[in-house]
C-alpha cells in the first residue's frame, strides 16, 4: 500500500478532487498549509512600505492506495495541477505496513 | 428657561452631527483596528472606546469650561464657569437667528474631544500600557486639547480665543484643533515611547482590510457631521461644507492610488481608505471657505502629500505606527495652507480671500503663524506629558509582553478564535 502526499495551488483543488473522484479514488484528506519552495515568498506594498512575505499558502492533499493504483493517481494529480508555472507544487509516495478501517476493523487493502 | 429664540432647524442639525461625529471614534476603532497584527487588535480598539469614555467624562467636568468658558485673558484658556456643565442647561449659543441650546454646543464639541485623542493611539500601536493611556487621555484634553479649542473655537465677540479673534486665522472644523494638533501629539507619543519590537526588520501586515475599508467609509460618513455641522446652521454654509467634504475626499482617495501606481505599480485598497481619510483631513480647516473647484485642488493635493509622507517614517527613523503625522499632521497643513492660498468670499462672506484670490500673501501668513504654533505647542506639551508618564507610572509595556501581544496580556482576551 502507498501514502500519495500532494502540496499543491489551493485554487487548484476543486480540479483535482474531480480529476481524482473520476479515477476512482475513493477518499483523500486536505489540509491548508504555509510553506516555501523554490518558489520563495511574495513581496506586498502597504502605505508604500514593502513586506516580504515569506510563506506562501498551499494545500496538502492525502491520499491512501493500492500499491497497483499509485502510479496512476500521480499522474491524475499532475494532470490536473499542472499549469506551467512556478509554484505548481510537489507529489511525494510513500509505503504505508498497515491501514485499518476503524468501523469494521477490516485491514489491508481492503480498508482503503 | 429664558426667553431665548432657539432655531428648531439649526438645533436639529446639530444634534444629528453630533451623533454623525461620534461614530466616527468607533469607526476610527475599526480602522485603527484592521491596520494592527491581530494580537494587539482588542487593544487598538479599547484606545478608541476609552477615549469616548474618559473624554465625555473629563469634558462634562472641565473640559468644556476650559475651551469654551468666557476667556481669562490673552486668548489663551477659558475659565472654570462651567465646571459640570453648571450654567449651561438654560443658556444658548449662536449668531442672532440660529441659536441653539448651549448642550447640544456642548455635545457636538465634546465628540471631537473624544475623536482627537482617539487618533493620537495610532502613534503607539502595539505598546502601550492601557492603564497609561488611560490617564494619557484625562491630561492631554485637559492641557493640550482644551487649550488649542480655546484659541481656535471660542469666538466671543473679539475676546475669545487668539486664532479665531485675534489673528483671524481661518480654521472652520478644526485644521489645527484636531489635525495638526494630532499630528503633533502623535509624532511626540511616537519619539517618547520609542519604536516597536521589530520595527523595520518585521513583516507588520494590516491584519484585516475589509475592517480598514468599513473604517474608513463610516469615518468619510461621520465626516459630515464634522465638517458640516460646524456651520452650527442648517443653511447654506453647511451645504457648501458638505460638498466641498464630498469632493475632497473623493478625490483625494483616487490621487493617493494614482500616486501609488506610478510609485510602486499597484493601486491598492489600504491606499484608497488612506486617501479618502487624508482628503477629508486637507479639507476640514478649508470646506467653510474654498469653492468646489477649490476643494477638488486641496483634495487632489492632500491625498498625494499624505501619500508621500507616511514614507518619512522610516527614514526618519520613527515609529508613528499607524501614520498619524503623515495623514493628519500633513493633511492639516496642507488644508490651512489650502485657506491662505485658494479661499474665497464667494463661497463664504465671513471668510477670506487667498493668494491666488486677492493676490495678497495675509491670509497664508495668518495660517502659517496658527498652524506652527499649534504644532509647536501640541509637541512640546505633548512630549512632556507622555515623559512625566514614562518616569512615573510607566507608558510602555515591557518586551517580552508586547511581544506576546496586548490582547492577552493587558485585557485577557483574543480578537479571534481561529
Redo the contacts between chains.
Keep these: 500500500m502507498k501514502f500519495i502526499t500532494a502540496v499543491v495551488k489551493p485554487q487548484r483543488v476543486a480540479t483535482i478532487k474531480d480529476a481524482l473522484h473520476e479515477a476512482g479514488v475513493s477518499g483523500i484528506t486536505v489540509t491548508e498549509v504555509d510553506g516555501f519552495g523554490r518558489q520563495k515568498g511574495h513581496t506586498e506594498v502597504y502605505r508604500g512600505a514593502s513586506v516580504t512575505v515569506d510563506f506562501v499558502q498551499k494545500a496538502k492533499l492525502e491520499i491512501l492506495a493500492k500499491d497497483s493504483d499509485a502510479a496512476k493517481i500521480v499522474d491524475v494529480i499532475i494532470a490536473a495541477a499542472n499549469t506551467g508555472s512556478i509554484g505548481d507544487g510537489k507529489i511525494w509516495v510513500t509505503s504505508v505496513e498497515e491501514v485499518v478501517r476503524v468501523r469494521t476493523g477490516e485491514r489491508g487493502e481492503t480498508a482503503i | 428657561m429664558t426667553n431665548l429664540q432657539i432655531s428648531g432647524a439649526d438645533t436639529a442639525w446639530v444634534l444629528a452631527s453630533s451623533a454623525l461625529v461620534l461614530l466616527m471614534t468607533p469607526a476610527l476603532a475599526l480602522f485603527y483596528g484592521g491596520l494592527v497584527r491581530t494580537k494587539s487588535t482588542l487593544n487598538m480598539m479599547m484606545m478608541s472606546f476609552s477615549a469616548i469614555g474618559v473624554g465625555t467624562i473629563v469634558w462634562i467636568l472641565w473640559g468644556y469650561s476650559l475651551a469654551f468658558g468666557p476667556d481669562t485673558g490673552g486668548g489663551l484658556i477659558g475659565d472654570l464657569s462651567h465646571v459640570g456643565l453648571a450654567q449651561t442647561l438654560d443658556t444658548a449659543v449662536g449668531a442672532e437667528g440660529h441659536q441653539i441650546p448651549t448642550p447640544a454646543f456642548v455635545m457636538f464639541q465634546m465628540t471631537f474631544a473624544i475623536i482627537t485623542v482617539a487618533l493620537l493611539s495610532g502613534a503607539i500601536a502595539d505598546r502601550a500600557k492601557f492603564g497609561a493611556w488611560v490617564v494619557f487621555i484625562a491630561a492631554w484634553i485637559t492641557l493640550i486639547y482644551a487649550p488649542i479649542a480655546h484659541w481656535a473655537f471660542a469666538s466671543q465677540g473679539g475676546n475669545g480665543g487668539w486664532i479665531i479673534d485675534k489673528l483671524g486665522a481661518l480654521d472652520f472644523a478644526g485644521g489645527t484643533v484636531v489635525e495638526i494638533n494630532s499630528g503633533a501629539a502623535a509624532l511626540a507619543l511616537a519619539i517618547v515611547l520609542g519604536r516597536r519590537e521589530g520595527f523595520k526588520r518585521d ?4 491584519h484585516n482590510i475589509p475592517f480598514i475599508l468599513l473604517g474608513a467609509g463610516l469615518l468619510w460618513f461621520g465626516w459630515f457631521g464634522f465638517n458640516a455641522g460646524s456651520a452650527l446652521a442648517a443653511g447654506h454654509l453647511a451645504s457648501v461644507a458638505m460638498i466641498n467634504t464630498q469632493i475632497a475626499t473623493a478625490a483625494a482617495a483616487m490621487s493617493w492610488i494614482a500616486y ?1 501606481r506610478i ?2 505599480g ?1 493601486p ?1 485598497t ?2 484608497v481608505a ?1 486617501g479618502a481619510i487624508a482628503g477629508a483631513v486637507a479639507i476640514t480647516p478649508s470646506c467653510g471657505f474654498v469653492t468646489p473647484l477649490g476643494a477638488l485642488v486641496i483634495g487632489l493635493g492632500g491625498g498625494v502629500a499624505s ?1 508621500y509622507a ?2 518619512l517614517k ?1 527614514k526618519l527613523n520613527y515609529d508613528d505606527s499607524l ?1 498619524v503625522v503623515g495623514i493628519h499632521g500633513v493633511g492639516g497643513v496642507v488644508g490651512m495652507i489650502g485657506i491662505g492660498l485658494l479661499a474665497s468670499k464667494a463661497a463664504n462672506s465671513a471668510g477670506g480671500d487667498g493668494l491666488f484670490i486677492s493676490g495678497s500673501p495675509d491670509l497664508l501668513f495668518k495660517q502659517v503663524i496658527a498652524a506652527t504654533t499649534v504644532a509647536a505647542f501640541s509637541f512640546i506639551g505633548t512630549w512632556l506629558i507622555a515623559t512625566v508618564i514614562s518616569k512615573t507610572i510607566g507608558f510602555r509595556v515591557s518586551r517580552e509582553r508586547e511581544m506576546m501581544g496586548l490582547d492577552t496580556v493587558e485585557h485577557a482576551e483574543s480578537a479571534y478564535d481561529l
Design positions: 513583516a507588520m501586515r494590516p501609488e510609485k510602486t499597484k491598492t489600504l491606499g488612506s501619500a507616511v514614507s522610516y501614520d
